[in-house]
């Protein structure tokens, strides 16, 4: 008689792929098992302000690599790591470097560690960036406090399906949501008091982002001017459009690190974004650390 046939057994079923949602799950779900500090605070530090995560007390620093799902920073002047602790008190959780679409990251990837702040328990949000100086009185080397953006990256990183989970605050994850004060008024006039009680000039302008990596035509500059723009630099707005979108208030600064390009007849190259970062790094930090435990405690209007 013949054998019997083994059966064959059934096919494993596809695992279905993980949404941002669970993603950020998993990693706040790591950095927890490394600190048991929830921040209410979230700093994104620019290029060439990374240094100013040294000022966390009692800090658990993560590096992206380590972190589920993270993307890693590739530029230099971004550290690329997730600094855990204390400054004034204030339970904070900075990010020392981001990541850029120009790096070749999807949108959701370039706004995936914002989400994850979001959901670690911070409500509130500051973003810093180097910028190049379009307005004229802004000179190189000034700190500007962002009042307003346009985006002209092509992208917008709430796109996809929505997701109401994202929220930290009643009302907000929705699918169309107000960016009439994506820079929250109440930060913003917090962060103009200290730096005059400070003696430090802080305008307020419209920050531009563009793509890049390349820099800016003065073509482009110029036509950017006339959009109504102060500022250009190539990240930031998508972080601050999912913040927003999360129900997070933004407080932004810009540091002008080159004037844009037609501005002045000098070359930009990024090795003089880091000097000036280097160089007004006591003025950044001194203004920083006095505005955390103000932002933290705010109520907006």
Request: with cysteine; hydrophobic share 45%; charged share 15%.
């Given at each position: ?165 994202w929220a930290v605050k009643k009302g907000s994850g929705q699918r169309f949501f107000d960016m009439s004060a994506a820079y929250s008024p109440t930060l913003r006039a917090l ?111």
């Amino acid at each position: 008689m013949p054998a019997e046939a083994t059966p064959t057994p059934p096919a494993p079923e596809a695992q279905k792929p993980l949404d941002t949602f669970a993603k950020a799950t998993q990693a706040l779900t790591h950095i927890f098992m490394r600190t048991d500090v929830t921040p209410v605070l979230g700093i994104i530090l620019g290029s060439g302000l990374g240094n100013f995560a040294d000022q966390v007390q009692d800090a658990v620093a993560i590096p992206y690599a380590e972190i589920p799902h993270f993307p890693q920073s590739t530029v230099e002047g971004h550290n690329g790591k997730l600094v855990v602790g204390t400054i004034g008190g204030v339970p904070v959780a900075v990010m020392a470097g981001r990541v850029h679409a120009y790096e070749g990251y999807a949108m959701d990837d370039v706004v995936f560690p914002t989400r994850v702040l979001a959901r670690l328990g911070c409500k509130k949000l500051i973003v810093t960036n180097a910028a190049g100086g379009i307005n004229k009185s802004f000179g190189q080397g000034g700190l500007v406090c962002i009042a307003d953006h346009i985006n002209m990256t092509g992208q917008n990183a709430a796109i996809g399906k929505n997701e109401v989970r994202w929220a930290v605050k009643k009302g907000s994850g929705q699918r169309f949501f107000d960016m009439s004060a994506a820079y929250s008024p109440t930060l913003r006039a917090l962060a103009k008091a200290e730096a005059e009680q400070q003696g430090t000039p802080l305008p307020e302008g419209v920050y531009l982002a563009v793509l890049g990596p390349s820099y800016e035509t003065p073509a482009e500059i110029r036509a950017f001017s006339t959009l109504g723009a102060d500022l250009v630099g190539m990240s930031t707005v998508h972080e601050v459009i999912v913040a927003r979108h999360m129900g997070m208030d933004v407080l932004g600064l810009s540091l002008v690190t080159n004037m844009a390009a037609g501005v002045s007849d000098d070359a930009i190259n990024h090795e003089e974004v880091m000097e000036i970062g280097r160089r007004v790094e006591g003025q950044f930090t001194s203004l920083l650390k006095a505005l955390i435990p103000q932002v933290a405690a705010a109520t907006e209007a």
